[in-house]
């Protein structure tokens, strides 16, 4: 656990948005951030601003699901990262959008989790010690 949360979030409200939307556009990213072609799998679940409401899970980044001794994954070869879904009609209409006309899709996923996994950590609490030369080595320059 860590002393603060980050989260990233994502909305996009338009007209004719489906969940294939949705999935292309996290598939694409999980993709972007771990450098390689994934596996997901969507689980249904529960928020109460999206129906449906899905959680993702990619494979394990450390193992691709092979180790069942794995760290990460605990040999289940998937990572929970994301939690998403539709938005609901009422949230729309909160914002003053008309929901026969538009929908969208929200999602949020925790940074300091994909920052580890990325990154291979066994603790995410290296982020928060100060340890600029650590920080400085995750850092990806251009």
Known sequence: HSPMFHQLEGLLVDE???LA???????A??????????????RASYFPFTEPSLEM???CVACSGKNPSCRICKGSGW?????MGMTHPNV?????????RYNGFAWGMGLD??????YGLND????FEGDLAFLNSKGERR
Do not use: T
């Open 79 to 83: 990572l929970e990262i994301s939690g």
């Open 57 to 59: 899970d990619v494979e």
């Open 16 to 18: 004719n948005i489906s």
């Open 21 to 27: 939307h949705l999935k292309g556009c996290l598939e």
């Open 92 to 100: 729309l209409m909160a914002g003053g959008i008309d929901p026969a």
């Open 124 to 127: 995410l609490r290296v982020f």
């Open 29 to 42: 990213f999980a993709n972007r951030i771990f450098g390689r072609q994934l596996a997901a799998r969507y």
């Open 113 to 118: 989790r994909i920052a580890m996994l990325k």
